[in-house]
T-cell receptor, first 109, second 117 residues
């Protein structure tokens, strides 16, 4: 079952940073936070994941609060191609992913 | 290479037809998954295969029959479907979570858009 809460939609101006929040207040110590995005009718695309520490890769940064009850995905310079539904997923041991309802991000020119 | 391929891209079938969806990966992943996604909804997990054995069935109706003939291939056999089964069917794969040498990030294919008439 999904264990995350995200705002249903957000807008971001092109070229600005997009900050997407996620609440996962019931997360336990060995559960990872994953972020995926899905551009219209395509398969979900992996973005980033983390356990406790902040993480950065070529696509985005993931900031996890010290109590691990929430996290923020940061797209540093949003482009029109970043318009998508962004899913925050808490993964338990085992291989199951349970998607929440996600945030629909619209990047505005 | 993190590619998962799915065929066909689109499928239209009648309620009495039998058809199959195919998924393939060559990343050495030993966990494979089927998800179903209805319009404007998140993907829902259907089945998980671990080392070619079915490990999770999320109470999916028997008209959906998964098969994992080898470590690279995953099939979903469809029979006597209903119009409400029309959806995007997604396949994913990952290293198995017990293998701590690797991250078990799931990689998704592009999906098969299924329409049941």
């Amino acid at each position: 079952d999904a264990k995350t809460t995200q705002p249903p939609s957000m807008d971001c101006a092109e070229g600005r940073a997009a900050n997407l929040p996620c609440n996962h207040s019931t997360i336990s110590g060995n559960e990872y936070v994953y972020w995926y995005r899905q551009i219209h009718s395509q398969g979900p695309q992996y973005i980033i994941h983390g356990l406790k520490n902040n993480e950065t890769n070529e696509m985005a940064s993931l900031i996890i609060t010290e109590d691990r009850k929430s996290s923020t995905l940061i797209l540093p310079h949003a482009t029109l191609r970043d318009t998508a539904v962004y899913y925050c997923i808490v993964r338990s041991t085992g291989n199951q992913f349970y998607f929440g309802t996600g945030t629909s991000l619209t990047v505005i020119p | 290479d993190t590619e998962v391929t799915q065929t066909p891209k689109h499928l239209v079938m009648g309620m009495t037809n039998k058809k199959s969806l195919k998924c393939e990966q060559h990343m050495g992943h030993r966990a494979m998954y089927w998800y179903k996604q209805k319009a404007k909804k998140p993907p829902e997990l259907m089945f998980v295969y671990s080392y070619e054995k079915l490990s999770i069935n999320e109470s999916v109706p028997s008209r959906f029959s998964p098969e994992c003939p080898n470590s690279s291939l995953l099939n979903l056999h469809l029979h006597a479907l209903q119009p409400e089964d029309s959806a995007l069917y997604l396949c994913a794969s990952s290293h198995h979570w017990v293998d701590r040498r690797y991250t078990d990030t799931q990689y998704f294919g592009p999906g098969t858009r299924l329409t049941v008439l």
